[in-house]
């Protein structure tokens, strides 16, 4: 069973702190990995994806991915009250790249 | 700039009933996919489609069926709804199996 392991949280950070979340996938194979917004009662939506080793820096948003120890991580630097939601991690699976295989989720809270 | 439409918005169905839920894209995506999402849960997968006439089941495919007709359009139907689908319902379409999914805003369900 291919599986993308997140700390559900709640994950609480004052605001203007890094937040960081991270991920964890069980297929070695996979090859592409992406980070998902989702404010409550909405849709998830794209952040960031990544595809090689090493980091992804997109404005506050940092993605890295260390495929040896199987984890991808998500940091946001100076975080906003608007950062507060879930975040999804995706991978997908080397024998299915149909599909993607999905966290639960990180609630993340950042108190002003 | 409509990315992928899903209608209705809101439903609330009486046991037994059926129904179709509506998604499309605008984008030319050939990748189309259905998930529900339980109340602080992840996503799961119902159904997928990598083209036009051509179908697959996800994780959680019971009491549904979808068919694709089209490039643009991806229906999910519902027969004989029973309680346990009660859910929000999201519709997501990418270029390919590795690479982002885009999501619609979800259809919320209710089974009475």
């Known amino acids: 069973q291919k599986e993308v392991e997140q700390n559900s949280g709640p994950l609480s950070v004052p605001e203007g702190a890094i937040a960081s979340l991270n991920c964890t996938y069980s297929d070695r194979g996979s090859q592409s990995f992406f980070w998902y917004r989702q404010y409550s009662g909405k849709s998830p939506e794209l952040i960031m994806f990544?595809?090689s080793n090493g980091d992804k820096e997109d404005g506050r948003f940092t993605a890295q991915l260390n495929k040896a120890s199987q984890y991808v991580s998500l940091l946001i630097r100076d975080s906003q009250p608007s950062d507060s939601a879930t975040y999804l991690c995706?991978?997908?699976?080397?024998?299915?790249?149909?599909?993607?295989?999905w966290g639960a989720g990180t609630k993340l809270i950042i108190k002003p | 700039n409509a990315g992928v439409t899903q209608t209705p918005k809101f439903r609330i169905l009486k046991i037994g009933q059926s129904m179709t839920l509506q998604c499309t894209q605008d984008?030319?995506?050939?990748?189309m996919y259905w998930y529900r999402q339980d109340p602080g849960m992840g996503l799961k997968l119902i159904y997928y489609s990598v083209g036009a006439g051509i179908t697959d089941k996800g994780e959680v495919p019971n009491g549904y069926n979808v068919s694709r007709s089209t490039t643009e359009d991806f229906p999910l139907r519902l027969e004989l709804a029973a309680p346990s689908q009660t859910s929000v319902y999201f519709c997501a379409s990418s270029q390919g199996g590795g690479q982002p999914q885009h999501f619609g805003d979800g259809t919320r369900l209710s089974i009475l």
């Open positions: 990544i595809y």
């Open positions: 995706a991978v997908n699976g080397e024998d299915s790249n149909y599909q993607l295989i």
């Open positions: 984008m030319n995506h050939n990748y």
